[in-house]
């Protein structure tokens, strides 16, 4: 019977190992060892099953990155507000339905209604900051008061009606954070602080403060001309409620189980926050409350990742499984949404590895056109050659990599896409595979 126990332990534990070196390999090929790092963890069931850092933390000192060192999250931060708002909705404090002119009595709406729930599902259409020609870097370095940030742009055009379209919005999350100040008597960095860091152990976990001396703080760096670069200057005044916090992988950890676990909001409220958005025309968006929403390989996902002067995010989180995964970089030349995912699809035994295959040039040519997600949002599929390229409104061209007939990827980025032909043969549409499905109708 020992005999018997050993070998089933021995199994599992070369399993294990085997289970790491593929994380390793992955994670080794994102962070090289003598380059900006990344940490990484892998969580099943509650269980940390992987925790490792890569590359350094700081170049010029020449200090190996550790799963202790601390990291601007970015976007993630939205999480945190988001559930702040919440859970002041829970004690009476604030209703989702409120108008933001119940808090920000001067605010122009355009004689339109905006409301809580538009700023935390990115349907305000509120112009974000971030986007406007005139936040230079220049104007990134300057600090703002709260208001004083608000009064910088309030006054620009609308996008579109509230609840008219889908649009990924910063200045909506810094009003949430205005908002959470007024609702709560307190200012965002102590709410959030006392809150949830707090009560959860979350010590290092912070609002980032940039003069503040902070215990095992990562250097961010960037890419420049020569080579990678010390992250340009940004006030941390500005990213506020929308990005200023920073934290660690084990943090970020301790704060999604909790919150799964029902310590962090109710149920009911963490219901509302992982349920698509509904536009007025009825179509349902991929983002709730803090939190992007979609499938990975057919197991659903609630996540964020983050982007901010020196350093990139992404968290997700698969509840049916119980799998959760970070992967934080210092370095804005190392993304890690495409890994987490990666890493993420592995941890429940679901990954695949693809073989690039070689497609006629004729079938590459019956693939170019432009395809409609939506009327804003349309993908243009061109070709060079042997060379298939996909553009969507407003971003860069991406290659995509054949790995069978009619289906391509770009595992950088992680994304797949399918060809969809008619009855005749013809293609008629194709299907995008990122943070979900989403099919997209040939126009052209």
Same mark, same amino acid.
């Given at each position: 019977? =020992?005999?018997?126990?050993?070998?089933?332990?021995?199994?599992? $534990? &070369?399993?294990?190992?085997?289970? /790491?070196?593929?994380? !390793?390999?992955?994670?080794?090929?994102?962070?090289?060892?003598?380059?900006?790092?990344?940490?990484?963890?892998?969580?099943?069931?509650?269980?940390?099953?992987?925790?490792?850092?890569?590359?350094?933390?700081?170049?010029?000192?020449?200090?190996?990155?550790?799963?202790?060192?601390?990291?601007?999250?970015?976007?993630?931060?939205?999480?945190?507000?988001?559930?702040?708002?919440?859970?002041?909705?829970?004690?009476?404090?604030?209703?989702?339905?409120?108008?933001?002119?119940?808090?920000?009595?001067?605010?122009?709406?355009?004689?339109?209604?905006?409301?809580?729930?538009?700023?935390?599902?990115?349907?305000?259409?509120?112009?974000?900051?971030?986007?406007? =020609?005139?936040?230079?870097?220049?104007?990134?370095?300057?600090? $703002? &008061?709260?208001?004083?940030?608000? /009064?910088?742009?309030? !006054?620009?055009?609308?996008?579109?009606?509230?609840?008219?379209?889908?649009?990924?919005?910063?200045?909506?999350?810094?009003?949430?954070?205005?908002?959470?100040?007024?609702?709560?008597?307190?200012?965002?960095?102590?709410?959030?602080?006392?809150?949830?860091?707090?009560?959860?152990?979350?010590?290092?976990?912070?609002?980032?403060?940039?003069?503040?001396?902070?215990?095992?703080?990562?250097?961010?760096?960037?890419?420049?001309?020569?080579?990678?670069?010390?992250?340009?200057?940004?006030?941390?005044?500005?990213?506020?409620?929308?990005?200023?916090?920073?934290?660690?992988?084990?943090?970020?950890?301790?704060?999604?189980?909790?919150?799964?676990?029902?310590?962090?909001?109710?149920?009911?409220?963490?219901?509302?926050?992982?349920?698509?958005?509904?536009?007025?025309?009825?179509?349902?968006?991929?983002?709730?409350?803090?939190?992007?929403?979609?499938?990975?390989?057919?197991?659903?996902?609630?996540?964020?990742?983050?982007?901010?002067?020196?350093?990139?995010?992404?968290?997700?989180?698969?509840?049916?499984?119980?799998?959760?995964?970070?992967?934080?970089?210092?370095?804005?030349?190392?993304?890690?949404?495409?890994?987490?995912?990666?890493?993420?699809?592995?941890?429940?035994?679901?990954?695949e590895e693809r073989k690039t295959v070689e497609l006629p040039e004729a079938m590459l040519a019956s693939y170019v056109g432009k395809y409609e997600l939506s009327?804003?949002?349309?993908?243009?599929?061109?070709?060079?050659?042997?060379?298939?390229?996909?553009?969507?409104?407003?971003?860069?061209?991406?290659?995509?990599?054949?790995?069978?007939?009619?289906?391509?990827?770009?595992?950088?980025?992680?994304?797949?896409?399918?060809?969809?032909?008619?009855?005749?043969?013809?293609?008629?549409?194709?299907?995008?595979?990122?943070?979900?499905?989403?099919?997209?109708?040939?126009?052209?």
């Amino acid at each position: 019977m =020992k005999q018997l126990l050993l070998l089933v332990f021995v199994a599992m $534990f &070369t399993g294990l190992v085997a289970q /790491d070196d593929y994380y !390793n390999k992955v994670l080794n090929e994102r962070f090289p060892a003598d380059s900006p790092g990344g940490t990484a963890i892998i969580v099943k069931k509650g269980e940390v099953v992987y925790h490792k850092a890569f590359g350094k933390a700081n170049l010029e000192l020449d200090v190996d990155m550790t799963t202790d060192h601390i990291f601007r999250i970015g976007s993630i931060t939205k999480q945190f507000t988001a559930c702040a708002i919440l859970k002041l909705a829970e004690e009476g404090k604030l209703s989702l339905d409120d108008e933001i002119t119940k808090f920000l009595p001067k605010y122009p709406t355009k004689r339109k209604t905006i409301t809580v729930e538009h700023l935390l599902n990115h349907t305000s259409g509120i112009a974000s900051y971030t986007g406007l =020609k005139k936040w230079d870097a220049e104007t990134r370095k300057q600090n $703002f &008061t709260p208001q004083e940030m608000i /009064d910088y742009f309030k !006054n620009e055009p609308m996008d579109f009606d509230p609840g008219d379209a889908f649009r990924y919005n910063n200045s909506g999350y810094f009003l949430l954070g205005y908002i959470i100040e007024k609702a709560s008597g307190m200012p965002y960095a102590d709410y959030i602080e006392s809150t949830f860091f707090k009560p959860l152990g979350m010590s290092s976990s912070s609002y980032d403060r940039t003069s503040v001396v902070i215990p095992n703080r990562a250097a961010g760096y960037e890419p420049g001309l020569l080579g990678v670069q010390n992250a340009s200057f940004v006030s941390m005044t500005q990213p506020y409620a929308a990005g200023s916090l920073l934290s660690t992988t084990g943090d970020l950890n301790t704060w999604y189980q909790a919150v799964v676990s029902g310590k962090v909001v109710s149920r009911e409220s963490l219901a509302k926050a992982h349920t698509p958005a509904t536009l007025n025309t009825g179509d349902k968006t991929s983002y709730g409350f803090g939190w992007s929403l979609g499938e990975l390989e057919g197991s659903p996902f609630f996540g964020h990742g983050g982007g901010i002067n020196g350093f990139l995010t992404a968290s997700t989180y698969l509840p049916e499984e119980e799998v959760f995964v970070a992967v934080f970089s210092n370095c804005n030349c190392h993304d890690p949404g495409a890994v987490a995912n990666k890493l993420a699809v592995m941890a429940i035994g679901k990954y695949e590895e693809r073989k690039t295959v070689e497609l006629p040039e004729a079938m590459l040519a019956s693939y170019v056109g432009k395809y409609e997600l939506s009327p804003q949002f349309i993908i243009t599929i061109t070709r060079s050659g042997k060379q298939l390229k996909a553009q969507a409104t407003g971003q860069s061209p991406i290659d995509l990599v054949a790995f069978k007939e009619h289906h391509f990827h770009h595992e950088q980025i992680g994304i797949k896409v399918r060809f969809n032909p008619d009855d005749d043969g013809k293609i008629s549409s194709l299907t995008l595979f990122q943070n979900g499905e989403r099919d997209a109708k040939r126009v052209e």
